[in-house]
């Protein structure tokens, strides 16, 4: 073998054993599946596909949990990991899943709402793969996932995406973004075909309110904030005021724009009878003048920069040396959500929705979050279902 | 598969085809030998539908 041929090996057998490390990780991750425990409150599991054909046999198809009363009521639905990159959302999902009982009415959740996003990730960034929170059992892991879906699953992205029906330019990227492409369309590219499939929810089970579960950077005035349409306002607004008052947190109200189209706090209002609104947790992991994207990091919330920006007010959040741990996110999206049904079931009462079981802010700060999962090893396995 | 997607992933192909092409042919430069593996990384994975 000439010199020129064993540097050639050389340099192969390098490139095939960084490409196999590095990608079978990826993989992994890609096909890591995350348990969830159908708690006694959970009546039926249905999938996306059942109301978008287009999604069937496709990664975006995703897991869609029934929690109805036996008094009938208003119908509420709960969508998480719209962007897979801010995990409070499914937390919180996770906490109405496994416990939440209803008395009146229906809760409809999806806790990963882009499928496809979960299981995409962001090594530019340094993300890490997975997160794990700690539970009475042991530590339930969760995949990271990243804001917009798999190019594996939706390919080639556009030079700009027009936006379906609106015809609004946006952002290439967001043909991946579940929380740009609202309302959707049956045959349009995947994602828009997701959206479409929660259109088809709130319109066949005539839904009275829809939440959408986010997380935003300190540095983003639309952060720790409920955002809502015109129609959501007064509602939105007697919740922003009453867990401030009740339970001493602050959760603004942002106007949803009626000039930006996509978002599901716009569309889902526009094209439905339903009343949308999106909650923002402050997530200190999104910011970029961070240090290290760690796993600590996006639990804990603690930055020195951010600290140090704290200091001279470039924060849209309180920020001090506590940070924003994942108790506190949860706990304010558990706590918001309880009073958006309280508000909502005071005006309609014809249509109220009644449920217990679900802790408050201060029950998830002083417990934790792990501390309403269940341990899937240790339940029937009937009730555990994949995502 | 769409067939947008479809023809993407042969345009891959042929672009990881002509790296693989561009790397026996190269007889001096071992940073160009480097460089056409390092290139090749991102389409092989794609190819393989790893990332």
């Given amino acids: 073998m000439s010199r020129v041929w064993i540097i050639k090996s050389i340099l192969l057998l390098i490139i095939i054993t960084l490409m196999i490390i590095a990608g079978a990780q990826l993989y992994e991750h890609r096909h890591f599946k995350l348990p969830i425990v159908a708690g006694q409150g959970v009546t039926k599991v249905a999938k996306l596909s059942d109301y978008a054909e287009g999604v069937k046999e496709t990664v975006a198809d995703t897991n869609v949990f029934y929690l109805e009363g036996k008094e009938k009521g208003g119908k509420m639905f709960i969508m998480a990991n719209t962007h897979s990159n801010e995990p409070a959302a499914i937390l919180t999902a996770l906490i109405f899943v496994e416990n939440a009982l209803v008395d009146k009415g229906t809760l409809i959740i999806i806790p990963e709402f882009n499928n496809s996003a979960g299981r995409n990730t962001r090594p530019g960034d340094g993300y890490p793969l997975y997160y794990e929170i700690p539970t009475e059992w042991g530590s339930k892991k969760f995949r990271m996932g990243n804001r917009d879906a798999s190019p594996l699953d939706q390919w080639p992205d556009p030079d700009v995406y027009v936006h379906y029906p609106d015809k609004q330019l946006l952002s290439f990227l967001d043909v991946r973004n579940t929380n740009r492409t609202w309302p959707g369309r049956p045959n349009g590219p995947l994602m828009e075909r997701v959206t479409y499939g929660a259109m088809q929810i709130m319109r066949e089970m005539e839904v009275d309110i829809a939440i959408d579960i986010h997380g935003a950077e300190t540095m983003f005035p639309v952060t720790n904030c409920i955002v809502a349409p015109e129609k959501s306002m007064r509602i939105a607004t007697m919740t922003s005021l009453t867990v401030k008052a009740r339970e001493k947190f602050d959760n603004h109200v942002e106007p949803s724009p009626s000039g930006f189209r996509g978002l599901s706090h716009r569309e889902i209002g526009d094209y439905s009878d339903t009343l949308p609104f999106l909650l923002e947790a402050p997530l200190p992991f999104l910011d970029q003048p961070t240090g290290p994207k760690t796993v600590k990091l996006l639990l804990d919330g603690k930055d020195p920069f951010l600290l140090s920006l704290s200091k001279k007010r470039k924060l849209f959040v309180p920020y001090d040396e506590t940070g924003w741990p994942m108790e506190k996110r949860v706990g304010q999206h558990c706590s918001v959500i309880l009073e958006i049904i309280r508000q909502f079931s005071r005006k309609f009462p014809e249509r109220a929705v009644e449920l217990r079981n679900v802790p408050r802010y201060a029950d998830v700060v002083k417990n934790g979050v792990g501390h309403y999962y269940h341990d899937p090893d240790k339940v029937d396995k009937a009730v555990v279902h994949f995502n | ?51």
């Fill in chain 2, 1 to 51: 598969m769409p067939l947008i997607m479809i023809l993407y992933y042969i345009i891959c192909a042929y672009i990881a085809g002509m790296l693989v092409w561009n790397f026996i042919r190269e007889k001096k430069s071992v940073n160009d030998m480097l460089l056409y593996l390092l290139v090749m990384i991102p389409l092989v994975l794609r190819i393989l539908r790893v990332k």
